[in-house]
C-alpha cells in the first residue's frame, strides 16, 4: 500500500485484512496472487458468482471468504473391470466403481501417483479457506487433470446444515469456473460431534431436500441406519453413502447386518438406485467384502493414503473392488459343516 491511497480493512477468512478503498473481489484475488478459476469467494455469507467478481465492490468490515479445494487417470485396465458395467449416479456414468480422496498424502505427487494407480475417475476433495497454495505457492488443482477425473466436491468438517449448504455453494462455484462436470453434484456430510465423526441424521435430511431444490445431485454420508437411509432417498438423494465404520478408523464393515437391509429397502423396488459405502474402510478386503454384500462402490481415502505403501494399496483396492464385485454376481458355494472332494472317487486305485 502507498501512503497517499484511502485504504479499507476487511475480514479475510477470519484474518485482518487490509485493501486499496475501491478494491474490487477480482483486486482482491489479484493482490493474494491466487488464479480466479482456483478459488470461490463468499461476502457477508453470500456466494459472489465469478461473473460478478470485477463488480463486487469490497467495503470496510466486509467478512470475505476465500477458499479452494483440498484433499480431504487412469491407466490400463486391470484384468476384469471390462466385466464391470458402468455405474449410473444420477446423470453421472462411472466405469470404475472405487472413488478416492485427496487428503492425508504426505505430498502432492505421491496423492497424484496414488489416484492414477487407483484407476479412480471420480475424486473427492474438500472444500477450504486453508492452503489456497502450498508454501512453494502450488494448489491441489495443479496435480489433478480435470479432463480425465470428475470432481466430488464435499463438505467434510460441516456440523450445521446451514455451513453444509454454503460450502456446497461454494464448491458448485468452483467447478463451474473450472468447466469440470462435478459442478452438479456433492458428497454432503453434516457431521454430530468431532470426536466420532458421525452425520446428524436430521440435519442431513434437511440439508439434502435444500440442496435438491437448488439442482444439486447429492450424494449423502450417513450412519448404517436403514430409517436414515429410506428418508434420505425420500427427499431426494441421489445416491446413499452409509458408512462401514466410523471415519479413518481402518475397522472395515462393522455391520453387515444394517447394509443389508439398507440395500434390501431401497432396491427392492429400484435395483438400480446407487449405495455406496463411505469410510472406515482399512485395506483390500473391506473393499471386497463391501462390494460382495451388493453394494455398487467404494468412497475411501484413509485406507491408501496412511498405508506404509500408498502407491502398493491403490492397486490393491483397485483390484480388490474388481474382484468384490465379480464374487457377488458369480454365485458362490454354499458353506457346509463337512468337507466333499474336490478330486473324484472312482477311478482309484484299489
Not at 466405469?95 to 487428503?103: A, F, I, P, S
Not at 465423526?197 to 449423502?220: R, S
Amino acid at each position: 500500500m502507498t501512503t497517499n491511497q484511502a485504504t479499507i480493512r476487511i475480514l479475510l477468512n477470519g484474518q485482518d485484512h487490509e485493501l486499496t478503498d475501491g478494491s474490487t473481489v477480482a483486486d482482491m484475488i489479484a493482490s493474494l496472487r491466487l488464479r480466479p478459476e482456483h478459488v470461490a469467494v463468499e461476502c457477508n455469507k453470500q456466494l459472489v458468482s465469478r461473473k460478478f467478481h470485477t463488480q463486487q465492490l469490497l467495503k470496510q468490515g466486509d467478512e470475505v471468504e476465500v477458499v479452494t479445494l483440498v484433499g480431504g487417470g487412469s491407466p490400463d485396465s486391470v484384468a476384469g473391470e471390462a466385466l464391470i458395467p458402468a455405474l449410473k449416479i444420477g446423470t453421472h456414468t462411472l466405469k470404475n466403481r472405487l472413488m478416492v480422496g485427496t487428503g492425508k498424502y504426505a505430498t502432492l505427487e505421491l496423492m497424484r501417483d496414488c489416484l492414477e494407480a487407483s484407476g479412480a475417475e471420480v475424486i473427492t476433495v474438500a472444500v477450504r479457506r486453508e492452503r489456497l497454495t502450498d508454501k512453494s505457492g502450488r494448489n491441489i488443482l495443479d496435480f489433478i487433470d480435470l479432463q480425465k477425473h470428475t470432481i466430488l466436491p464435499n463438505t467434510a468438517g460441516c456440523f450445521t446444515a446451514e455451513d453444509a449448504l454454503r460450502t456446497a455453494r461454494l464448491g458448485r462455484e468452483l467447478l463451474e469456473g473450472l468447466g469440470n462436470a462435478g459442478a452438479d453434484w456433492v458428497k454432503l456430510e453434516v457431521l454430530s460431534d468431532p470426536r466420532t465423526l458421525l452425520p446428524d441424521p436430521m440435519a442431513t435430511v434437511i440439508a439434502t431436500e435444500v440442496l435438491v431444490k437448488e439442482g444439486f445431485q447429492v450424494l449423502c454420508y450417513t450412519s448404517d441406519c436403514p430409517v436414515t437411509a429410506r428418508r434420505l432417498k425420500a427427499v431426494g438423494a441421489a445416491c446413499v453413502m452409509p458408512a462401514g465404520s466410523p471415519i479413518g478408523s481402518g475397522q472395515g464393515v462393522l455391520n453387515p447386518s444394517s447394509i443389508r437391509i439398507i440395500l434390501e429397502d431401497l432396491k427392492g423396488d429400484d435395483p438400480d438406485y446407487p449405495v455406496v459405502i463411505d469410510a472406515g474402510v482399512g485395506t483390500a478386503s473391506d473393499v471386497a467384502i463391501a462390494m460382495e454384500l451388493g453394494c455398487d462402490g467404494v468412497l475411501l481415502n484413509t485406507g491408501i493414503a496412511s498405508a506404509m505403501d500408498p502407491l502398493r494399496m491403490a492397486f490393491a483396492m483397485r483390484h480388490a473392488m474388481t474382484a468384490g464385485y465379480l464374487a457377488a454376481r458369480s454365485g458362490r458355494i454354499p458353506r457346509k459343516l463337512y468337507a466333499t472332494a474336490s478330486s473324484p472317487i472312482d477311478g482309484m486305485i484299489r
